[in-house]
């Protein structure tokens, strides 16, 4: 009878620890990204003159054109976060990783002098810390905190001739929503988006001089805001 009892017993320990609400969660996000900072930088490269078209020929039999400013986005969003939660529908969330990835290359022709080319990166990593409102399930809910963003703008100056590195602190707000389409006691697996709106990064004039040329790339305001939607998961402990 007593191993009986006690076997019951550790029973239903475990049906309620299995079913209790777990406090804490930990995820991963990775997606496609958007951000306004490329698009920035590629009408400061026209008002300042890189955006002129290139023309290569080849032994006098062909030539090939090729027109800037030129745009490319070369990598996906990460993002690692831990949340707790306040109660079965509040929890505190807080997050990093890599929220946008762009590169403007420029191109100033000068006729007879030497020609000049400025190529612009920007690496926008944000942390923020979010209020998050979930169903009872944990299966949906949206976010809204402060954030900051870190934002890198690598400058390459004439294909490697020099190169500068600068670095800006963006104060901000982030807000989010997300659904787990698979949302266990346990573990969860679901997708999100999000948009982060901060101070504009204010780039600073870039002077290219030569011995035969001279070109100015204008002070411009850049990285504005930036936003992703991502696959998510994580466990629940």
Same mark, same amino acid.
């Given at each position: 009878m007593k191993s009986t009892f006690l076997f019951t017993w550790l029973l239903l320990i475990s049906c309620f620890i299995c079913t209790a609400q777990k406090k804490n969660y930990i995820g991963v996000e990775t997606g496609a990204y958007f951000g306004n900072a490329n698009s920035n930088i590629e009408s400061g490269m026209v008002s300042s003159g890189f955006g002129d078209r290139q023309t290569a020929s080849f032994l006098g039999l062909f030539t /090939?054109?090729?027109?800037?400013p030129r745009k490319r986005a070369g990598k996906t969003s990460y993002r690692v976060k831990y949340g707790h939660y306040l109660n079965k529908k509040t929890a505190i969330e807080a997050g990093v990783g890599l929220s946008?990835? =762009?590169?403007?290359?420029?191109?100033?022709?000068?006729?007879?002098?030497?020609?000049?080319?400025?190529? !612009?990166?920007?690496? /926008?990593?944000? !942390?923020? #810390?979010?209020?998050?409102? $979930?169903?009872?399930?944990?299966?949906?809910g949206f976010g809204i905190g402060p954030a900051l963003s870190?934002?890198? !703008?690598? *400058?390459? /100056?004439?294909? =490697?001739?020099?190169?500068?590195?600068?670095?800006? !602190?963006?104060? =901000?707000?982030? #807000?989010?929503?997300? @659904?787990?389409?698979?949302?266990?006691?346990? @573990?969860?697996?679901?997708?999100?988006?999000?948009?982060?709106?901060?101070? *504009? *990064?204010? #780039?600073?004039?870039?002077? /290219?001089? $030569?011995? $035969?040329s001279e070109s100015t790339f204008k002070s411009t305001k850049a990285g504005s805001f930036n936003g992703n939607i991502s696959i998510t998961a994580g466990f629940r402990f």
């Open positions: /090939i054109d090729t027109e800037y946008y990835h =762009g590169t403007v290359e420029g191109y100033d022709e000068k006729n007879f002098a030497q020609s000049n080319y400025l190529t !612009l990166t920007s690496n /926008i990593h944000t !942390l923020y #810390i979010a209020w998050v409102k $979930t169903d009872s399930l944990g299966k949906a870190f934002y890198k !703008l690598s *400058a390459d /100056i004439n294909q =490697g001739t020099s190169r500068e590195t600068t670095n800006y !602190l963006l104060p =901000g707000v982030m #807000i989010k929503g997300f @659904w787990n389409f698979l949302s266990y006691p346990s @573990w969860f697996l679901g997708m999100g988006t999000e948009l982060s709106v901060t101070a *504009a *990064a204010k #780039i600073k004039a870039i002077k /290219i001089t $030569t011995p $035969t």
